[in-house]
């Protein structure tokens, strides 16, 4: 675009760089600086006017434009970048509000579920120690009815072991034998059964 401006004012552009081929040569004739050259003055201060004139001009309709299309550009950009970042705030605010509240749903979720586990499992466990109890009662009582089978064989043996006993040191000590009904009336007695 900057190459075609410049195309359009190209005869303009000729009959500058033309003076100042002319004035170059003007200049190498004379001897010292130039530019303190005080017949040249006007001729500086025309070119100084122009150059002046064609720079504003440039700068006016070409290149501020451009600066303040540009810079409007970026200004509506950042903008639309700036409301795009709001709703994505807003959006992920909205996320993470969704997100907290389905987290708060789900930890109470399974409180309740390991309460109802709990719950199901003391009461499954109430059953079972009970279920246990009443078999170890009936172990025990069963247990205890051996014994005191065992203990009244015992104590049967025990009798006819101190009978035997009796008759055998009564024979050796009285020199005969006792009938077994007064051995065992005499036992009986020892023990205690008989009052």
């Known amino acids: 675009m900057f190459a075609r401006?410049?195309?359009t004012h190209a005869p303009l552009v000729g009959l500058m760089l033309t003076l100042l081929a002319g004035v170059s040569r003007a200049e190498e004739?004379?001897?010292g600086m130039p530019q303190l050259d005080p017949h040249s003055f006007a001729s500086q201060l025309f070119w100084l006017t122009i150059f002046f004139v064609l720079v504003f001009v440039f700068l006016r309709f070409i290149g501020l434009p451009r600066v303040t299309a540009i810079i409007d550009e970026r200004a509506k950009k950042i903008g639309t970048d700036i409301a795009s970042a709001e709703l994505l705030r807003t959006q992920a605010?909205?996320?993470e509000k969704t997100y907290e509240t389905t987290m708060a749903a789900a930890q109470g979720k399974a409180r309740q579920l390991l309460a109802e586990t709990h719950e199901q499992n003391a009461a499954i466990l109430a059953e079972e120690t009970k279920l246990a109890t009443a078999a170890a009662d009936h172990e025990v009582n069963q247990a205890v009815k051996r014994i005191e089978a065992d203990r009244s064989k015992a104590?049967?043996?025990?009798r006819d072991v101190a009978r035997g006993l009796a008759a055998d040191i009564t024979a050796k000590l009285a020199g005969r034998m006792p009938s077994a009904d007064r051995v065992a009336l005499a036992v009986d007695l020892a023990a205690g059964e008989i009052a």
């Open 155 to 158: 104590l049967h043996s025990i």
């Open 93 to 95: 605010a909205e996320a």
């Open 5 to 7: 401006r410049i195309s």
């Open 29 to 31: 004739e004379k001897e």
